[in-house]
């Protein structure tokens, strides 16, 4: 903490795990934002920990959560597989830290509540990292969504597919339902939470779940349809076995439709050694860009810059300024409540 201040001069942050999440969508966020300070990472892969050393040489690499929950940190990351989210982030909230939790929140809404009631109890920011909400084409439709360019928005469907016939060794492929594994838990926590904050609250579903390749551990097919109480009906579709793919989104208003294709360009980037701080970082090029209007008569809508780093922007409002955290973990139970209402048909 800064005396003079009364604040924290940066905020000091542990990164747990260092896989797809920590090494992509978290530490490349913390490390460009002067908010942030990263102080410990995460990592008993020996291979991991020394790239982990080589791209963020400041920081000191451990190889147990238990060391990085000890350390003298403000904020930890959780980011290692949903099966541990509830019990680190208990120990994190119980050593008096903010927490920031990977999608899915926990595995069942019941862990959910519990964090969000220890959080409110100790007075501890609680966040989840919902960083789909920042992607250029949300927040593309959001604003037309938000401005009445479309008009009462009657569909909306929601695309996540790839082809994927033989899953890489990882614990998503390896991990059951039980343990948050399958493509519901894992890119339905996504389409889920964007179609609930565009549209509302549900008071009616449909699904469909299945498991198509062989000896996979949870399924990885999935199609929901959600019912508003607002009168939008979301059709939601997670993939990893298609050969072909649909719109990302496919928007119909009583106004005029969106139409756009291909995923936010962060995640790509950053696998291949991107950098939030890179020149146009996060921005699709204009023959990418969605259409809007009316068939025959449409138009290309420029497609707002993608801002997973305005999540970090938000935190640290939260944990310096008392602004509200980025996402509120309530939704994210509400997320799993819904994954269990599929879960249990």
Do not use: C
């Amino acid at each position: 903490m800064n005396g003079q201040t009364g604040r924290m001069s940066a905020i000091r942050t542990a990164v747990i795990g260092f896989g797809t999440s920590g090494r992509v969508f978290h530490a490349p966020f913390v490390a460009a934002d002067p908010d942030f300070r990263l102080d410990v990472i995460v990592t008993a892969n020996p291979e991991r920990a020394a790239e982990a050393r080589r791209l963020h040489p400041d920081a000191r690499v451990v190889d147990s959560a238990e060391d990085a929950i000890a350390a003298d940190v403000d904020l930890v990351v959780v980011g290692s597989p949903p099966a541990t989210h509830a019990p680190l982030a208990h120990a994190a909230l119980d050593a008096g830290h903010a927490v920031l939790v990977d999608k899915p929140f926990a595995v069942t809404s019941a862990e959910g509540r519990e964090l969000v009631e220890k959080a409110d109890r100790l007075g501890h920011p609680l966040t989840v990292f919902q960083n789909r909400r920042w992607d250029g084409d949300y927040l593309t439709l959001q604003r037309l969504v938000r401005d009445g360019a479309l008009g009462e928005v009657r569909r909306f469907e929601s695309r996540f597919e790839w082809w994927k016939p033989s899953p890489p060794a990882s614990w998503k492929a390896e991990s059951p339902v039980g343990e948050g594994g399958g493509i519901l838990f894992d890119l339905g926590a996504h389409l889920i939470d964007q179609a609930l904050k565009l549209f509302g609250p549900i008071d009616d579903l449909y699904s469909e779940v299945r498991t198509l390749r062989p000896g996979a551990a949870a399924d990885d097919d999935a199609f929901l349809a959600l019912r508003h109480t607002s009168g939008t009906i979301s059709h939601l579709w997670m993939n990893s076995l298609a050969p072909q793919f649909g719109p990302r989104f496919h928007v119909l208003g009583s106004a005029a439709g969106y139409t756009s294709w291909g995923l936010d360009p962060q995640e790509a980037a950053l696998k291949g050694g991107g950098l939030p701080s890179d020149p146009g970082f996060g921005e699709k090029p204009a023959d990418e860009w969605g259409e809007f209007g009316l068939q025959g008569s449409l138009e290309r809508v420029q497609t707002d810059r993608g801002d997973y780093a305005g999540f970090y922007r938000a935190l640290a409002g939260a944990l310096l300024r008392g602004q509200p955290v980025p996402v509120d973990p309530r939704d994210a139970v509400t997320v799993l409540e819904i994954i269990e209402r599929v879960r249990a048909r």
